[in-house]
């Protein structure tokens, strides 16, 4: 059971305000349709997947092959044959090989983190141009062999008589070669031995998150993707993807628009049967996608004559017991609202990432709960309420999906779209962190 005195760090303070450097924009960002794994690998690999969005953007933003000082992408499970994706991706995408690219991984802040060195490279003077991204193909999750099959391989090669060869073929067992669940693994977190989803039934009980209101907010992110959707507000933001066998990807295909709080509340826990709160209905979708954004300088947008949408604020990373990972968006962002001395509400839009329905209502609890603000946050007053209508105001990844790598990316890219097409000004990205660790940017739409 979280404890509430759990005593959270955080990094990249007030030291990081972008008054202190050069000012940082958006220019523009892509991703794909994000396509639910079932049970198989999917049509794309994390590379081509950040090669599939990476074209049209680059098309659309006509910038010369060796414009870009730095390709980032984050990818949390790197796939064998595309070691480092992001050199492979900035070569596959016909970046100059002048260009160097690395690759993060920060669990489900890979994308973000992406975005936020860009920030930082940009804003310190180093870099001007840079093309940030995230990438997952959790469909492609590499598999774990035992280490009794691994062994057999090793008396295998190590074999130097016919008669060791014999010994060795006849101690073949086929059930040592049954892999290991490795998503599941990737999944639990190493310290605690805690799956993510346990992590929220952690939160769910010590903010009272029912299961009546996990699932209501379950069926408000399907329904408001699914408007989204219909009413063309993703247009331009996904990209359609092809795969090698010509098939078109068009549409998140995980939206459920159909999605009933009666149907939801007839599934069973999923995490912590029998009395759980988190079921495959109001949990994040387990998924693949990519997503990019372009980051520049004032000198850049000069230069290439870029049209920006937004300029990055401010950002923040925190750190927490990772039994309690989930409520860790609440310790970013509220480090950025006291810098910018700024309520919930002052703040236009949030996109705070649906890793699951409990989790973010845990969060909203947290802002609202004198005790944890006081002890997590070393606040004399509860942050209050964060209004619904701020809040992943199209849907999120318990509809859309959560191709862990990319979805930081995606909250910032959608969050820059969203600002700009209501008109509004400010907008924080945040998104918990398995570990125990959280991120949030603060944009504002330009
Ligand atoms: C990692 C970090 O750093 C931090 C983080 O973000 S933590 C979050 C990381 N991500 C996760 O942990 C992933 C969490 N999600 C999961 O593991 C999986 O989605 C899950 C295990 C919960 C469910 O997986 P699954 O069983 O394959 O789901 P799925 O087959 O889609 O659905 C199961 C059933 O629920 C039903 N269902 C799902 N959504 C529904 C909906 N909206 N309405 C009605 N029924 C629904 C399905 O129809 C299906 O029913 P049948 O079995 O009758 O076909």
Redo the contacts with the bound molecule.
Sequence with gaps: MATRSSEPTSRSSSSNTASQGRKVYLIDGARTPFL??R?QPGPFSPVDLAVQCGRPLLLRQPLPQDAFDEVILGC?NVVATEMNPARVAALRLGLSEKTTAFTVQ????SGMQSIDTAYKYIRDGSSELILAGGTEALSHAPMVLKREAVDWMAGMSKASSPQDYARQVTSFSPREFMPEISL?K??TDPIVGL???Q??EVIAQQFGITRERADEY??SS?RRLARAQEEGWLDGEVVPSISPDGKLYKKDD?V?P???TD??G??KP??EPPYGQ????N????TDGASWMILASEEAVKKYGLTPKAVIIDSEWSALDPKI??LGPVLSATKILQRQKAGLNDIDLWEL?E??AA?VLACREAWKDAEFCKVALGLDEPMGELEMERLNIDGG?V?IG?P?GT?GNRIVLHLMNALHRKKLKRGIAT?????G?AGALLIEAV
Excluded at 278 to 281: H, K
Excluded at 283 to 286: D, L, P, R
Excluded at 431 to 435: D, P, Q, S, V
């Design positions: 639910k794994a049970g949390v920060i669990n489900c802040g599941e990737g999944l799956s993510m989803g992590t929220a379950a069926e399907h995980g459920r159909d999605t009933t149907a939801l007839k599934l999923v995490f988190v079921t495959a209905g949990s994040s979708q387990v990972m989930g990432n890793a699951f989790q990844a509809a959560h862990v979805s998104e918990c962190i398995g570990g660790q």
